[in-house]
């Protein structure tokens, strides 16, 4: 599942100049010139981040912390880039200075809670989510519901899991995510025609499906016995995946 879904990277993190921290010195036309030169440059970060244009993303926020080094946005966008590059104790650093300068950030806390629950702190995430839901003002609530539902799963809260995802799917129907999410709770479950059914739904959104989705398809078929559409998911595992751990999975008969 981890392989499909990704940190959420929200436009609205890098709006609201006036509020993304003030403990530098100068005029207000200073000020503002200077967040403004900030926000500019945590953009470009950002653009390049999803286009894992690392190095080049780094570059500019560097430029962005330059201009005005209060600048929140541009903390949790080197969070997020330097936990993909890995660099877990700096990503953290990174998110709690943002968190210090901007708390009511909805984007940041679940962008955060989403990084601790990818390195094993799944239990400790959740609170990271509830935080984010906390704001009323948060645009895209379904998000946080995802990912708390996910991480709800992994720490072993399986109702809370399921209720989460549910809420997502509630407020934005057909979102891909959670239709998927709910897919896989089922299929642990033991509900393996409502996994089949969450994930036809899911599919349906998402035509291009990786190695992860493919081999949760092989198995839900396998367990409903659709021997034709099993066939048919572990072919395309076979051909585009073959290298693949779920591919090792699936010739090993698992």
Not at 124 to 153: D, H, I, R
Not at 179 to 203: E, I, P, V
């Amino acid at each position: 599942m981890n392989q499909y879904l990704k940190l959420f990277l929200i436009v609205s993190l890098l709006a609201g100049c006036a509020s993304a921290g003030g403990g530098s010195s100068g005029t207000p036309q200073d000020l503002t010139h200077a967040q403004a030169v900030a926000k500019v440059h945590t953009e470009l970060a950002a653009s390049y981040y999803e286009r894992a244009q690392y190095s080049i993303a780094l570059q500019e926020i560097g430029v962005a912390l330059q201009a005005y080094g209060d600048y929140a946005p541009a903390y949790t966008v080197r969070a997020m880039v330097r936990m993909v590059l890995r660099e877990d104790d700096k990503a953290d650093a990174d998110f709690r200075h943002s968190l210090r300068l901007d708390n009511s950030s909805s984007e940041t806390h679940n962008n955060y809670g989403w990084f601790m629950c990818q390195r094993g702190r799944s239990k400790e995430s959740l609170a990271q989510f509830q935080e984010a839901l906390s704001n009323p003002l948060y645009s895209t609530p379904e998000k946080a519901y995802v990912n708390l539902g996910l991480c709800s799963k992994k720490a072993g809260l399986m109702k809370q899991a399921e209720s989460n995802l549910q809420r997502a799917l509630i407020l934005r129907p057909g979102m891909p995510d959670a239709l998927y999410g709910l897919a896989d709770w089922s299929y642990d479950s033991g509900d393996y025609a409502g996994a089949k059914s969450y994930f036809l739904r899911f599919s349906q959104a998402v035509p291009d499906l990786n190695a992860e989705q493919l081999w949760l398809a092989v198995r839900i078929e396998r367990k409903m016995r659709d021997r034709n559409s099993e066939a048919s998911y572990a072919l395309q595992l076979r051909k585009y995946f073959p290298d693949s751990r779920e591919c090792q999975l699936l010739m090993q008969g698992e």
